[in-house]
């Protein structure tokens, strides 16, 4: 998904795209993405740097120097404590956006400089944390905690969401799984397709045992984890066959199976019932957050008065 193609096209839409530092092999890769990017769009644009738990981390040091060497000014930070590349980036002259899935670690990067935060709420799709926490309240407990800017992330999907996440506080609204279903989006129509028949109790979660719990597509692959789990809870190897990246980038990339593999999505795969363009897909929830904003809360009000 956060290639430099969709990436601008997303911004060639009105929205912020981003492009995801890991899903690149090397960090040289990340800066050819970085240039592809440039040459679709004089839109602004971000990077993403997700620190992942692993045995053998990569070389984060040497992507950040790209994402800085390249001029990127807006960088997304996620995962593990922030604390080094926050600074890193600030000292660069970035603008840092740090992902959360709590208001803890929220104030926390608050605290060692983050410009904005993402709350991540229980809904998404990825890793929502352990604390089971949906937006509803996240959110109004970070405009009540934080005194920075922040954005809803986590279940976004439409208009009205988008009018709801402004009354309690936010910026505006971070989408991932919605943006899977566009026409740009880089996966095979199979995948989207499922995407537009699912429902709220498509997704299921997985890897809870080992507390990396991580909400994906209930399919036949993910209800093998979880029996696994069942079995040996805590056992990480027993089910990494499962899990590794390689086989949904096969799924996404060249076979279009939505069973064999593990792949991540939020609950807002319910509200999906098209495949847009990234272009129509931001017009029209704007338009329908304005009409809420406009037409809906003020008649509500009036009618009171």
């Not at 593990?80 to 980036?89: G, M, Q, V």
């Not at 040996?232 to 190897?237: K, L, S, Y």
Request: charged share 25%; aromatic share 6%.
């Amino acid at each position: 998904m956060g290639y430099h193609d969709m990436c601008a096209a997303v911004s060639n839409a009105g929205g912020l795209g981003t492009i995801t530092a890991l899903s690149q092999k090397t960090p040289e890769a990340l800066r050819s993405e970085i240039r592809k990017c440039k040459a679709l769009t004089s839109k602004p644009f971000a990077v993403n740097l997700t620190l992942l738990p692993a045995l053998a981390p990569p070389d984060y040091g040497a992507y950040a120097r790209v994402i800085i060497e390249e001029g990127v000014r807006i960088v997304e930070t996620a995962g593990r404590n922030p604390k080094k590349w926050i600074k890193l980036f600030k000292d660069n002259g970035c603008f840092v956006i740090h992902k959360c899935v709590a208001i803890k670690h929220a104030l926390t990067a608050q605290r060692l400089g983050a410009d904005m935060i993402s709350m991540d709420g229980f809904e998404c799709g990825g890793h929502p944390g352990e604390d089971d926490v949906g937006n509803w309240v996240l959110l109004a407990q970070a405009a009540r905690k934080l005194r920075i800017p922040f954005i809803a992330s986590g279940g976004c999907a439409n208009g009205a969401q988008l009018a709801a996440a402004l009354a309690l506080g936010a910026e505006g609204m971070n989408m991932g799984t919605r943006f899977m279903a566009t026409r740009e989006a880089p996966i095979h129509e199979n995948i989207k397709r499922a995407l537009v028949a699912g429902d709220e109790k498509s997704t299921t979660l997985v890897m809870r045992t080992v507390r990396n719990t991580e909400r994906v597509f209930k399919n036949g692959a993910a209800k093998e984890v979880r029996a696994i789990e069942s079995k040996t809870p805590g056992d990480f190897t027993k089910f990494l066959h499962l899990v590794k990246g390689a086989n949904y980038k096969k799924s996404f990339q060249e076979t279009g199976d939505t069973e064999s593999s593990v792949w991540s999505c939020g609950q807002s795969m319910a509200l999906i019932d098209s495949i847009p363009t990234c272009k129509d897909l931001i017009a029209q929830i704007v338009s329908d957050a304005e009409k809420v904003m406009s037409k809906r809360l003020p008649g509500m009000l009036n009618s009171r008065l």
